[in-house]
């Protein structure tokens, strides 16, 4: 299947900084990518929908103040999670859509912890 | 609103048993089927995918589809205590490029 990497694997980081996660497509250009987030021992939960070159689409519930997303090029799409708090503490995992199929292809996750 | 539902489990089998997973959806337009298997702390992983009725193998693996019914099923061929996980079953409805809707997951665990 095709490989898509995320940076950092993980982060600790204190109340109010902000956070930036990286989503790569390695072998594969993705014109869309998927944020997701999951808390333990709980389901996947979209955050938004990412498109190549235009606005993200957030989920209903989803700040995009907060949590902001950038995909700027075929391979790469960027989740920011600004002024985090304690609450944003999860495991954030990205997804990359490949060409017209619908098949979706996980990053390894990121987990953040916010002190 | 479309869904995607699974029994939570767990579904517990004993090593070289078939385990059997369900899942049914909401929306009779949906036209791509999935199975991922995500162990704890790790994201999904792609196992199998299925888009027209009937059984789709591959190794130890079987995915069936009956779109009438509104089923998709994974099956599990001599069980093995690594294929302990949790099993989450995806769909895409009719518009190409959606998200995939996922459900709940089921937690399945093998004894050896």
């Known amino acids: 299947g095709a490989v898509v990497s995320q940076h950092p694997s993980r982060v600790i980081c204190k109340s109010g900084t902000s956070v930036k996660i990286e989503c790569r497509s390695l072998?594969?250009?993705?014109?869309?990518m998927f944020w997701y987030r999951q808390f333990p021992k709980q389901s996947l939960m979209l955050m938004a929908t990412?498109?190549?070159?235009?606005?993200?689409?957030?989920e209903q519930g989803v700040e995009k103040d907060k949590f902001l997303i950038n995909h700027a090029s075929l391979t790469l799409s960027t989740l920011t999670v600004t002024s985090a708090h304690p609450e944003d503490s999860s495991f954030y995992i990205c997804?990359?859509?490949?060409?017209?199929?619908?098949?979706?292809?996980f990053g390894p996750g990121t987990r953040l912890t916010v002190l | 609103q479309k869904e995607v539902e699974q029994n939570s489990g767990p579904l517990s089998v004993p090593e070289g048993a078939i385990a059997s997973l369900n899942c049914t959806y909401s929306?009779?337009?949906?036209?791509?089927f999935f199975w991922y298997r995500q162990y704890s702390g790790k994201s999904p992983e792609l196992i199998m995918s299925i888009y027209s009725n009937g059984d789709k193998e591959d190794g130890r693996f079987t995915a069936q589809l009956n779109k009438a019914s509104q089923y998709v099923s994974l099956l599990i061929r001599d069980s093995q205590p690594s294929d302990s996980a949790t099993y989450l079953c995806?769909?895409?409805?009719?518009?190409?490029?959606?998200?995939?809707?996922f459900g709940k997951g089921t937690t399945l665990s093998v004894s050896s």
């Open positions: 995806a769909v895409n409805i009719a518009q190409a490029g959606t998200a995939l809707i």
């Open positions: 929306d009779r337009g949906s036209q791509s």
């Open positions: 072998d594969f250009q993705a014109t869309t």
């Open positions: 997804s990359a859509r490949l060409g017209l199929a619908d098949e979706q292809f």
């Open positions: 990412s498109n190549e070159g235009s606005k993200a689409t957030y």
